[in-house]
Every structure is written in structure tokens, then in C-alpha cells.
Nanobody, 119 residues
């Protein structure tokens, strides 16, 4: 069974940057896509970005487009989320998840990593 583990969160000032990592372990890892999501206090889980595993095609939420970049290292089974120009409203727990096929739901949710942006 594939397990996902997020890391790289922390406290950063407005305008700062962070890079999150999501490492996959377990059996052979070959998803259709990987996604990053976030959940702010008292809010539902929000889609942030997605990347297809084989082609590297990316898609972003409008709220992060131009500021965040998703990438992956298929040799290490790691997905990254480079976050820049951070705003207080980016404060949330960030999660990664896998999508087995275009029609599958996301699964394999990790524990998440906290990102806090101070004003």
C-alpha cells in the first residue's frame, strides 16, 4: 500500500517562500496524477495544484496561479510544491494525495504539513 508523507511546512512572513515535499513509499508507485490540497482552520479542504505523473502536465487553483509551482521527481517518487509570494490567506495544513486514474478520486492522504504565513 502506498503511503504519502508531507514535509517542509513552517512559519514564514508575508511575501516569503516555502517548498513542500510529498514522498511516496510502498509498492510500485505509478499514479495518474498527484495533487496538493489545503485546509484552513474552520474551512473545507481546497484543491491547490495537480501534476500528471507521466507527462508532468500541471493545473492550478486560481488563488495560487503564478505564485505556486508543482513539480515531481519520478526517480525519487517525490512531489514538490514551491510556494512564493505567500499571503496570510495561504495559512493552512497542506496535504498531498494520489489519483490512480483520470476518473478515480484522490486517495492516500498523508498527515499534512502546517504552513503559517504571518502578516
Amino acid at each position: 500500500q502506498v503511503q504519502l508523507g508531507e514535509s517542509g511546512g513552517g512559519l514564514v512572513q508575508t511575501g516569503g517562500s516555502l517548498r513542500l515535499s510529498c514522498a511516496a513509499s510502498g509498492r510500485t508507485f505509478s499514479p495518474y496524477a498527484m495533487g496538493w490540497f489545503r485546509q484552513a482552520p474552520g474551512e473545507g479542504r481546497e484543491f491547490v495544484a495537480r501534476i500528471t505523473w507521466n507527462g508532468g502536465y500541471t493545473f492550478y487553483a486560481n488563488s495560487v496561479k503564478g505564485r505556486f509551482t508543482i513539480s515531481r521527481d519520478i526517480t525519487k517518487n517525490i512531489v514538490y510544491l514551491q510556494m512564493g509570494s505567500l499571503k496570510p490567506e495561504d495559512t493552512a495544513i497542506y496535504f498531498c494525495a494520489r489519483k490512480g486514474s483520470p476518473t478515480d478520486e484522490y486517495d492516500g492522504w498523508g498527515q499534512g504539513t502546517q504552513v503559517t504565513v504571518s502578516s
